[in-house]
């Protein structure tokens, strides 16, 4: 079956612009996982939904970002006014339920100028 | 402070014998451990796991050892192969808070045919 898929690929932007990265789960997990990798680290926990809800966005790094999963399947992670330090790897997973394995989309990079 | 820690950030090995990547933590409640395997551009891919309900557990080629007492895990590949190749993630979590996976630097495995 299919992966989990993310878009775009990469994104290049402008340092103040707002940006929205999409993430489809493997169909039928109701957990989703986003992550942050910069250059030369693991990837950053920043926020989980378990169906529709956020259950934890402790790792959402200020107000800029916020995501949201309206009807428990696709995710939009959502970033204002970007600044260069949010240049990142931004990763998306999803579970079957919660504390069942994760599964990583391919990332979406993204440049801020 | 770092709770997952893979102090190597490479090893080289040679084809056909045993690469041995090691992990350290410091949180005493993660209670369950991942490996994962990244290629460039590419998404993590779930490897192997194990929870601390054990101490070992084999899929293949790949073996996972868990000493709790020490805080420390290890990934064995045995034997090695060229496509082993790639950036390995130890990754933590702990059952009963949220499902956040807490992530090593990553090592970089190189094979050499």
């Known amino acids: 079956g299919a992966g989990v898929s993310q878009t775009p690929s990469n994104k290049v932007t402008e340092k103040g612009k707002y940006v929205e990265l999409r993430c489809d789960p493997i169909?039928?997990?109701?957990?989703l996982y986003w992550y942050r990798q910069s250059l030369g680290q693991g990837p950053e926990f920043l926020i989980y939904?378990?169906?529709?809800?956020?259950?934890?966005d402790s790792g959402l790094p200020n107000d800029r970002f916020f995501a949201v999963r309206p009807e428990g399947s696709v995710s939009t992670l959502k970033i204002q006014r970007t600044e260069r330090g949010d240049s990142a790897m931004y990763l998306c997973?999803?579970?079957?339920?919660?504390?069942?394995?994760?599964?990583f989309g391919p990332g979406t990079r993204l440049l801020v100028l | 402070d770092q709770q997952v820690k893979q102090n190597s950030p490479s090893l080289s090995v040679q084809e056909g014998r045993i690469s041995i990547l090691n992990c350290d933590y410091t949180?005493?409640?993660?209670?369950?451990f991942l490996w994962y395997k990244k290629y460039p551009a590419e998404g993590p891919t779930f490897l192997i796991s194990?929870?601390?309900?054990?101490d070992k557990n084999e899929d293949g080629r790949f073996t996972v050892f868990l000493n709790k007492s020490a805080k420390h895990l290890s990934l064995h590949i045995v034997p090695s192969q060229p496509g082993d190749s790639a950036v390995y993630f130890c990754?933590?979590?702990?059952?009963?808070?949220?499902?956040?996976?807490?992530f090593g630097k990553g090592i970089t495995l190189s094979v050499r045919p």
């Open positions: 997973a999803s579970s079957r339920g919660e504390q069942e394995t994760q599964y």
């Open positions: 169909s039928g997990h109701t957990a």
């Open positions: 939904f378990q169906g529709t809800g956020a259950a934890d």
């Open positions: 949180n005493s409640m993660f209670d369950y």
């Open positions: 194990i929870s601390s309900i054990k």
């Open positions: 990754a933590a979590g702990a059952t009963g808070a949220n499902s956040k996976l807490t």
